[in-house]
T-cell receptor, first 123, second 112 residues
Framework: GAVVSQHPSWVICKSGTSVKIECRSL??????MFWYRQFPKQSLMLMAT?????????EQGVEKDKFLINHASLTLSTLTVTSAHPEDSSFYIC???????????????????FGPGTRLTVT | EDKVVQSPLSLVVHEGDTVTLNCSYE??????LLWYKQEKKAPTFLFML????IEKKSGRLSSILDKKELFSILNITATQTGDSAVYLC????????????FGKGTHLIIQP
């Protein structure tokens, strides 16, 4: 259980174009998904929190008009990189939150399962 | 600002050795600490820890959390070459939706 998929796995695009990345929870519903970015040899950095039915919450320094997030259903969140530039080239990873509800005293604690990631190269 | 620090950054050992990876954190309103293994693609979930002193175990891997001293360790016994990966420690904190703060990771290389 708790499988998360991403599409595409790898995309190369020209500078100035927009790219859409999909994140799907395959066997569960996810009211909350997260988008992370990972540059080479660095750790994952949280970009934004995607909430089904409401606006995404962006981390400091992440431009909401450049990275458009839409969480249209309980199983799908999309990240659109608008007017992509070479510095946007990175590994984009989504995760979905799963309630960890079986342990006493841990209400409000969640596990996160990651998608396989999308490698974006902007030329 | 939340901070997660892992050590060592890099570690090379021989097959069969036991390794201990460290993770310390400074966060507001700690909720949980998670360990992930990352090979070439996205991280795969290993453990989630919420309570101090309770060891989580899965095969040759085990982990424990100390909420008083604000750290966690990940142990791998009888290491194999397939254990070579970057091991990431992450913390969920605050009143938000549990977006994770990651450490820089420990790059573990197991030599045959």
């Amino acid at each position: 259980g708790a499988v998360v998929s991403q599409h595409p796995s790898w995309v190369i695009c020209k500078s100035g174009t927009s790219v859409k990345i999909e994140c799907r929870s395959l066997d569960f519903q996810a009211t909350t998904m997260f988008w992370y970015r990972q540059f080479p040899k660095q750790s994952l950095m949280l970009m934004a929190t995607s909430n089904e039915g409401s606006k995404a919450t962006y981390e400091q320094g992440v431009e909401k008009d450049k990275f458009l997030i839409n969480h249209a259903s309980l199983t799908l969140s999309t990240l659109t990189v608008t007017s992509a530039h070479p510095e946007d080239s990175s590994f984009y990873i989504c995760s979905a939150r799963v309630q960890f509800s079986t342990v006493r005293g841990t209400s409000g604690v969640y596990e996160q399962y990651f998608g396989p990631g999308t490698r974006l190269t902007v030329t | 600002e939340d901070k997660v620090v892992q050590s060592p950054l890099s570690l090379v050992v021989h097959e069969g050795d036991t390794v201990t990876l460290n993770c310390s954190y400074e966060v507001t309103n700690f909720r949980s600490l998670l360990w992930y293994k990352q090979e070439k693609k996205a991280p795969t979930f290993l453990f989630m820890l919420t309570s101090s002193g309770i060891e989580k175990k899965s095969g040759r891997l085990s982990s424990i959390l100390d909420k008083k001293e604000l750290f966690s360790i990940l142990n791998i016994t009888a290491t194999q070459t397939g254990d070579s990966a970057v091991y990431l420690c992450a913390v969920a904190s605050g009143g938000g939706a549990d977006g994770l703060t990651f450490g820089k990771g420990t790059h573990l290389i197991i030599q045959p």
